[in-house]
Nanobody, 124 residues
Framework: EVQLVESGGGLVQAGGSLRLSCAAS????????IGWFRQAPGKEREGVSC????????YYADSVKGRFTISRDFAENTFFLQMNEIKPEDTAIYYC?????????????????WGQGTQVTVSS
């Protein structure tokens, strides 16, 4: 059974750091496009950071570029979002996701598998 399980969310002070993890099971994501998305109240779910399976290219939203880093641990079938210099506007539910295609890989509709979401709340 395909599962994506997130961990690492919580309350963090502005300027601090947090590391989100997504453990995949039921498939090996080496050949899958992976991504982190977030959704704040009243807003659409948006891509935060993704890695394309086709060429390994990495996407970062302008709002997080230079602060967040996406990475993969192939041996553990796990991927991460390292969040540094966190800002109050980063407050959202964060979701990990995986896709069998890299087409439109920064878009929610491209993804086949989703985690349950983990809340990140930033205090100022």
């Amino acid at each position: 059974e395909v599962q994506l399980v997130e961990s690492g969310g919580g309350l963090v002070q502005a300027g601090g750091s947090l590391r989100l993890s997504c453990a995949a099971s039921g498939f090996t994501f080496d050949d899958y496009t992976i991504g982190w998305f977030r959704q704040a109240p009243g807003k659409e779910r948006e891509g935060v950071s993704c890695i394309s399976s086709s060429d390994g290219s990495t996407y970062y939203a302008d709002s997080v570029k230079g602060r967040f880093t996406i990475s993969r641990d192939f041996a553990e079938n796990t991927f991460f979002l390292q969040m540094n210099e966190i800002k109050p506007e980063d407050t959202a539910i964060y979701y990990c996701a995986a896709a069998t295609t890299s087409h439109y890989y920064t878009r929610v509709t491209a993804y086949d598998y989703w985690g349950q979401g983990t809340q990140v709340t930033v205090s100022s």
